[in-house]
């Protein structure tokens, strides 16, 4: 799921949209 609002993304993740981020460790 998304980070909790105020929470920088992952790195490897900070170029992917929200939805891709959840993909991303699936």
Do not use: E
Not at 1 to 26: D, E, F, N, S
Request: glycine share 4%.
């Amino acid at each position: 799921p998304a980070p909790p609002p105020g929470h920088p993304p992952a790195p490897r993740l900070a170029h992917l949209p929200p939805k891709a981020q959840t993909q991303a460790h699936a």
